[in-house]
């Protein structure tokens, strides 16, 4: 077997499982609205049909990277391939809401398991800077296509088959990705024998479970609701438990000295600005395709496709640039691209806008990503002791999931309260208080009550109902635009303020052969 594993085949088959695991965050979303006609389900089941494959992700990321630097990086990552697209298939059989989340919590464990793995694995493989960066960058530039491509798939899946298809498929190109892992990529564990840190797993999980659930239920709550606030705390003295149980233990599955290393805590608010931003965008702008643009999921995915060009294209290019340049000069122009893509956006987007301009937008947005995620995660596993490279990855992992769950619940929030505000003061005094509540429910919906009232022949009053509705929306985006623009700002901001340009001019190969290793099978 040895002949044949390679280092480009290596990368393949780790390129492959992140883009299987990234593909799946956008990937259903898309089927919601078939999921309600054919399933039943309400809004928040829908919600959960999201939520619970990234509450169990998030809260299980660091202790499957501790784990897999135990045990075995590879054997977490086919273990995990297994899972994630066991749940997936079974998932197609679903004959309730209720079986679908449980299928999706289990699908979030198999990501957890999946997603830290390739990322250290392949920083094992790669250990020089140039060879790790391209890597990286690749890696980088696989999982901001598989976002965005998300919608193109599920898409043509809905138009061709039942929603079903998009779950069935995940499970025959698992065991694909399974085979070739196997096959090509080499195992990897740290050789220095530790004590398993139970408090650390406990704690970890914990915390992160209990931020990312306050975070998802806030905008249905109210972010100063006692159950939010409640929630924050809850998650913050769990953080500090864990921060005061990693620096007493004598073997601790984190070494929080770390985040001391600006070229990894600075590198780290980095990747959860850009998850931020890019979850926001997606937010965003497939509510602009879908309902202004009236766009198909397929059509909307297709439409995106500047995007995901972009990204790869930033991702492969930044990681060299930094080497040459400075991780911080990079990093930073990302950050001000994404600013400036919503900053431009904001200053308004109707529904005859060009869209060789929108693509022009997008292209700026997709660029600043790449120059951001993929440069600041080169610097995160740099930054890293080899023998922990499965922890590093997946705190790297989790920014990346804390930042999106951020970027939707706060610009969600930003855009359905101004949606909503805006709206009264729009609608006909005369419209139906039925009517006047489904037209809050989603500008979508709105354009379906103007539509009813059109075909009742109430022209004047569905006039009224879609100006009212494309104007709230319009307002909604503007504003929303602007809060992620600003959060995007203040990430260059402290970019130029506390990442470092290089890492520190020092011997790595010796530090890295004293604490981990790289077997045959």
Known sequence: MNSLRSKPLILTALLAASFLINL????????????????????????????AYNLVFAALLLTSGSLSDRFGRKGMLLAGLVVFGAASFIGGYSNSPGELIAARAVMGLG??????????LLTGVFTGRKERALAIGLWGATGGMAIALGPIVGGYLLEHFSWSSIFYTLGPVSLTVIATAAAFVPRSKSVTAHRLDFPGLVLSGGFMAVLVYTVIEAPNRGWTAPASVLGYAGAAL???????????????????????????SAASASVTVGFFTLFG????????????????????????LPVAVSVAVGSAVGTRLAITIGTKAIVTVGLVLQAGFYFWVA???????????????MVVYGLGMGLTIAPATESIMGAVPAHQAGVGSAIN????????????????????????SRLDTGLPKALPSALADLTHQSVGMAYGVAARLAADGRGAAADAVRRAATDAFDHGLSIGCVVAGAVAAVGALLAVAFLPAQPPQRPQTRHRSAHSETVGQ
Not at 238 to 263: G, H, K, S
Not at 283 to 295: A, K, P
Not at 402 to 408: A, E, P, S
Request: glycine letters at 8%.
């Open 111 to 120: 990501a957890a398991m999946t997603f830290p793995a390739t990322l250290s």
């Open 281 to 304: 965008f997606i937010f965003l702008m497939t509510q602009y395709f879908q309902f202004i643009r009236t766009y198909g999921p397929l059509s909307t995915g297709v439409h995106l």
């Open 397 to 420: 992992d989790s920014t990346r999931l804390l930042g999106g769950t951020l970027g939707v619940a706060v610009i969600g929030s930003v855009y359905a309260s101004l949606y909503g």
């Open 347 to 361: 200053t308004g987007m109707t529904p005859t806008f060009p869209y060789g301009v929108i693509a022009i937008q």
């Open 24 to 51: 799946d965050t956008t990937l259903v979303n898309v089927a919601l609205p078939t999921l309600t006609r054919e399933l039943g389900a309400d809004t928040a089941q829908l919600q959960w049909v999201v939520d």
């Open 238 to 264: 769990l953080a500090i438990a864990f921060v005061l149980a990693e620096r007493r233990a004598d073997q601790p599955m984190l070494d929080v000295r770390l985040f001391a290393n600006l070229r990894f």
